[in-house]
């Protein structure tokens, strides 16, 4: 039997940083995660950081490479009617992005626990939560054919949509909100440069396509496909001609193509738990609300969680006091639920639901609009650059 003070679920970035920011204060932590080690670092995603974001990086002691090769965006484009508008970040919210992709993160995150000694353990099964209700949780796993049993204090569940702790809950404590889109996302990763100096968001009638990137050379675009579609039959000169089709034309002709070098399809969803504390059991991140990709808040979401529990958790161990603790739900669904609207609006007028051309023209409209309006513009800004944190 093991003690420590926070039992962490979960080895993706939420847990890592979590770990990390704790180990820095001098509160004792354990990480469990099902997966490989190899499996985690490796595992593509999200590549937008929020100024937020690469700030508690930096205070987490695992930003200098990130702030060495990140590329820095000042704004990101809107492609619509064979035409592209710049939404203008810094000069309409005062902030930025960096560019830098979640392996990325993970990597730094992973060095900087292990060269501190930190208790990882990868390849756990059977993972249970337990006592979370009470003053003594219990987290039970089996690792190396062993069942071992961690005795903690708190249980920061960063395990995930379909992790243990969340279906760990008793379903009358919790509600659960959630819409699912009819389409999804077909992602290649290639090493090619980008198409464009920042990243283009397009809607257009066959459906959207976006053109983003992980760095000066390697690039990553995705276009709108149906939930059934298979990658078998998207071979890359399929692919590298249906982006193509749905860009500005400008935009086109400066896609670089070359074979991919993954390629993946995401389903849409948008969901959110309430409550996000049930006892000394916290979700965080994935484990309580998803965002559809389009404004890149998942990860940014997930790191506002850590922020808030960190912080949170620093003031007990320090001064006795759990008030913040108390206010940890309340706190991050009050950003949640506006990612979620933002998500939520951005994916609505970017992508194609329907044949129906009434509906397309309206999104069209509405994107005209904000080529004339400061006011709307400015509010797309500070959405996409992050909101700022609340007390």
Not at 49 to 54: A, D, Q, R, V, W
Not at 72 to 93: I, P, Q, T
Not at 122 to 132: E, H, I, L, R, Y
Request: glycine share 8%.
């Amino acid at each position: 039997m093991t003690r420590t003070q926070v039992a962490i679920i979960g080895a993706g970035p939420s847990g890592l940083l979590l770990s990390q920011l704790l180990h820095l204060h001098g509160i004792e932590n354990v990480v469990i995660e099902r997966q490989t080690r190899r499996h985690v670092e490796e595992r593509i995603r999200a590549g937008v950081l929020e100024t937020g974001t690469t700030e508690l990086l930096v205070e987490a002691g695992v930003g200098a490479r990130m702030l060495k090769e990140r590329l820095v965006h000042d704004g990101f484009a809107l492609g619509f009617n064979d035409r592209s508008l710049r939404v203008d970040l810094k000069g309409l919210s005062g902030s930025t992005v960096s560019i830098y992709g979640q392996t990325e993160v993970t990597k730094d995150l992973m060095d900087a626990r292990v060269a501190a000694g930190a208790k990882l353990v990868f390849a756990a099964t059977d993972v249970a939560v337990s006592g979370f209700e009470t003053a003594a949780p219990v987290v039970r796993y089996t690792h190396a054919g062993r069942t071992e049993e961690i005795r903690c204090d708190y249980i920061a569940g960063c395990d995930g949509y379909h992790g243990v702790c969340r279906r760990s809950l008793p379903a009358a404590a919790m509600q659960s909100f959630e819409r699912v889109y009819p389409f999804g996302w077909l992602g290649v990763l290639a090493d090619v440069p980008p198409a464009t100096e920042e990243i283009i968001y397009s809607n257009h009638a066959r459906g959207f396509a976006m053109c983003s990137m992980r760095s000066r050379t390697r690039s990553r675009y995705y276009v709108q496909c149906g939930l059934d579609e298979k990658l078998e039959a998207w071979p890359d000169e399929r692919f590298w001609d249906e982006l193509r089709a749905r860009l500005p034309a400008n935009v086109a002709e400066a896609v670089t193509t070359g074979p991919s070098i993954e390629k993946s399809i995401a389903p849409l969803r948008s969901f959110v738990v309430e409550p996000m504390r049930f006892g000394q059991l916290f979700l965080v991140g994935d484990a309580a609300h998803i965002v559809p990709p389009t404004g890149a808040k998942g990860l940014n979401l997930a790191v506002a969680d850590v922020r808030v529990l960190y912080q949170a958790l620093v003031e007990r161990y320090r001064t006795g006091r759990a008030d913040a603790l108390e206010r940890y739900s309340d706190r991050c669904l009050r950003r949640i639920w506006k990612a979620v609207r933002f998500s939520w609006w951005f994916t609505s007028i970017m992508h194609k639901f329907s044949d129906d051309p009434f509906a397309h023209r309206l999104q069209l409209a509405e994107l005209d609009y904000l080529t004339g309006s400061k006011a709307a513009l400015t509010s797309v800004a500070e959405n996409y650059v992050g909101l700022p944190f609340e007390a």
